[in-house]
């Protein structure tokens, strides 16, 4: 049996600037030579030639500390050494300054190292000028370019990560005004992109850097906290190391031991969450016991408990159950000596790498003598999914904010662990519900997600997944995504597939109301009808899609049914294209629209008939109307067509600020396929039942009370009370205003212009 447990980390300190001799070693290539014993000769001779290129490219330059500035491409490359990345990878580390610092151009790069590495130097550099500082909209578009280069190539954000890993190694060199900044970025960003990818040695190292320079007070006091403590428990640890050596020993066990300690961020965070002092803490010690096999993991456990009383509800057994990065371990707390909580990790030394370089572990056992372990694969499987989850959400979601909207939530998990009837495990974040599980699984099935069951019991969509729980979806072929689901949903992939349902569905209607909008702007104009997307007309399409700006006649179509562009403007451009293609206008149709125009004829109007969707037509809150109104069209900026009736007081201010090009004819149709939403004022006696027999009435008249408002406690005579109905027509609305003027207790009834 082995055993080895190194003295815990020191508080971080950074030296002060080393002399000369120092500088220069550690500015030499020999500093890196060391590392590279897993590259080929050939290899190691490519890195060489980078290095050479960026000692003479850096030539002169100095960091902050006064130290030769090629010595951070070299601790940023030696960083890289740690998690074994190959040869490309160690060349961009060493290159990752020279296009932005030193002139040096893409092109300069691919004619002396090949485009694999000038991409990789091109993908760092471009993250390297991303401002995290800016107005939300920007910060949001930097995430994106940051996390989309990251799925692309993951070599990128590895070497971001230990370009930044050194850069806060150095940040006490950097001027005191920069530290708040930059470490805040670090903690919110960096940090949890660590964490995700399974790099938990860098996570916990960039955590605590962080936590140094953000709050160095209590940096300082919890670590000489740590320490006092650290001394005082210095014999029980011992006494522990014995206790554990001699029962594996007895067992004839073979382990490797190491002491564990929170780090001081994670003490930090645990004291400000759960309101505890320092004395109060009782697990900050640990001990990880690395194993053999796994089999032997679960053997140790036994002889752990054993020994110690295990503390029931602290057992999770993440071998079993990985985490969402593919970290593996068993975790258990027992009451050692003294009655002092420890906690003890137990892992093969496979899932020990996966643990601690989480996606890098591919190049560690890729570089290794025996090849990749399953749990290699695991790993890179878990950061690969997700990587390919950013690419699945960029591609329905072109807009930044509503990207980081969706990813941030994946970016700092809470996981629970559930499973499918077939027994396969998904982690999912905590709070997620039904609907998150079924878009897990694929998105066909959240798409027609219709029912679900939870260990066999059925349950609305929105409940929310516990740990161990069975799920099972039912779908149905003519189930589609709810809007209503983005209220509960948690994951970023759910959220994102929701919504792109949801504009594809507003999409097709914003495209038809524009194809009529645009049909009617020509008319105006003189041609019968709108031009088909064929082969005859493509050309003239083309012309007109170049001057508006957009991809598609799709596309074109519905910006101007959400009111993005003003179809009468499309179609005099229109006309012109068609002119030049040799479809001049109709004089007879022409005469015909001037005629209409003067309201001799309404056949040119939109028609309304209430089957439009809510994407693409609304009624105006301000009037509500309803069929027998005299209505307009207001086409709203990327709202679609908006119909206000004429009197509209509303309406009237819009035509004078936005000017009449905004404004269209519409007309009802001769059947409308629904009712309508209309306010009513009916002001009552304060007699007992009042509210009860308006109600009857309103019911009786066959209008659906939609929502009802009243004063609170009122001590008057009357009471205005505000209704919100929906009725049929005009016709019907004075129906029901007359049955309700008869029913007792009401003093009048009559039409609201406007209900909150």
């Known amino acids: 049996m082995s055993v080895a447990v190194p003295l815990p980390p020191e508080i971080v300190r950074v030296p002060e600037a080393p002399p000369a001799a120092l500088n220069a070693a550690a500015a030499s290539f020999t500093a890196l030579t060391v590392r590279l014993d897993y590259l080929s000769d050939a290899d190691v001779e490519q890195v060489r030639r980078a290095y050479c290129f960026a000692d003479q490219a850096h030539l002169g330059q100095l960091r902050n500390s006064g130290e030769p500035y090629i010595t951070h491409p070299i601790a940023v490359a030696a960083q890289c050494t740690e998690w074994r990345l190959d040869a490309p990878a160690l060349m961009a580390a060493l290159l990752h300054d020279v296009i932005e610092d030193c002139g040096v151009t893409k092109a300069n790069l691919i004619e002396r190292f090949g485009a694999q590495v000038a991409d990789l130097v091109d993908g760092v550099t471009k993250l390297d000028k991303l401002q995290f500082n800016t107005r939300e909209e920007n910060q949001a578009e930097s995430f994106r370019k940051m996390l989309l280069a990251m799925a692309r190539d993951v070599r990128v954000i590895l070497v971001k990560l230990a370009d930044r890993t050194h850069n806060m190694r150095t940040l006490v060199s950097a001027s005191p005004e920069k530290w708040g900044r930059i470490a805040h970025e670090t903690l919110d960003i960096y940090a949890p992109i660590a964490h995700r990818l399974g790099l938990n040695q860098t996570y916990r190292e960039l955590q605590d850097l962080s936590f140094r320079y953000m709050q160095p007070w209590r940096y300082t006091t919890l670590a000489k906290a740590v320490s006092k403590a650290r001394s005082r428990g210095r014999d029980l640890i011992q006494k522990v190391q014995r206790d554990i050596e001699t029962a594996f020993a007895g067992a004839s066990m073979s382990i490797r031991m190491a002491g564990r300690e929170k780090t001081l961020y994670s003490i930090y965070r645990k004291m400000k969450d759960k309101q505890l002092s320092f004395a109060q803490l009782t697990d900050i010690y640990g001990f990880r016991l690395v ?25 999770k057994d993440h071998i079993a159950i990985p985490k969402a990065n593919g970290y593996q371990s068993l975790h258990t707390t027992v009451v050692g000596p003294s009655s002092m909580n420890i906690e003890f990790q ?16 591919h190049w560690l056992y890729k570089s290794a003598d025996n090849g990749a372990a399953p749990s290699s694969a695991s790993s890179e499987r878990f950061g690969a999914q997700w990587l390919q989850s950013l690419l699945d959400i960029e591609d329905e979601t072109r807009d930044a904010t509503e990207f980081w909207d969706h990813i941030k939530v994946d970016l700092f998990p809470d996981a629970v662990y559930v499973f499918t009837p077939k027994g396969r495990i998904l982690a999912l974040p905590r709070g997620a519900t039904v609907v998150d599980f079924a878009y897990a699984i694929h998105s066909d099935i959240g798409d027609r997600t219709s029912a679900a069951r939870i260990n066999g019991e059925q349950v609305p969509l929105r409940t929310e997944l516990r740990n161990g729980d069975v799920v099972e979806v039912i779908t149905a072929s003519v189930a589609r995504p709810n809007p209503a689901w983005l209220d ?16 594809a569905v507003g999409q097709a ?12 702007a020509l008319r105006a104009e003189g041609l019968g009808v709108l031009p088909a997307g064929d082969a005859e007309h493509q050309p003239v399409w083309d012309k007109l899609l170049r001057f508006t700006g957009n991809r598609s006649r799709a596309e074109l179509l519905a910006d101007i049914g959400m009111g993005k562009r003003i179809a009468a403007i499309v179609a005099k451009r229109l006309v012109v294209l068609l002119a030049e293609h040799g479809e001049k206008p109709d004089a007879l149709v022409l005469s015909r629209e001037r005629l209409i125009a003067c309201g001799s004829d309404a056949q040119s109007a939109l028609i309304i008939d209430g089957s439009e969707t809510a994407a693409s037509v609304r009624f105006a809150l301000c009037c509500r109307p309803v069929p027998g109104d005299s209505i307009v069209g207001y086409l709203g900026h990327g709202e679609g067509l908006i119909v206000h009736a004429c009197a509209c007081s509303v309406g009237q201010r819009l035509r004078d600020k936005e000017g ?32 009860a027999r308006v109600a009857q009435a309103l019911s009786s008249a066959e209008a659906d009370i939609n929502r009802v408002g009243m004063p609170d406690g009122t001590q008057q005579d009357s009471i205005d009370l505000h209704f919100i109905i929906a009725v049929r027509d005009v016709d019907h609305l004075e129906a029901v205003l007359r049955a309700v003027r008869h029913t007792p207790s009401v003093l009048a009834a009559t039409r609201a212009e406007s209900v909150a």
């Open 488 to 503: 509960f949903v948690r994951t970023g992939r759910a959220r994102s597939k929701i919504r792109h349902h949801i504009k």
């Open 660 to 691: 009449a090009e905004r404004f269209f004819a519409v007309e009802w149709g001769e059947e409308p396929t629904r009712s309508f939403e209309t306010g009513v004022l009916i002001k009552i006696q304060h007699d007992k039942g009042a509210l």
């Open 346 to 361: 137990l892992r093969t030394e496979t899932m020990h790498h996966v643990a601690e370089a989480g996606v890098a572990t």
């Open 291 to 315: 194993l053999p096999t796994t089999i032997d993991c679960y053997t140790a456990l036994g002889i752990l408990h054993r020994l110690y009383k295990p503390i029931p509800g602290r057992f």
């Open 509 to 520: 209607a914003a495209e038809k109301l524009g194809e009529r909008m645009l049909g009617q």
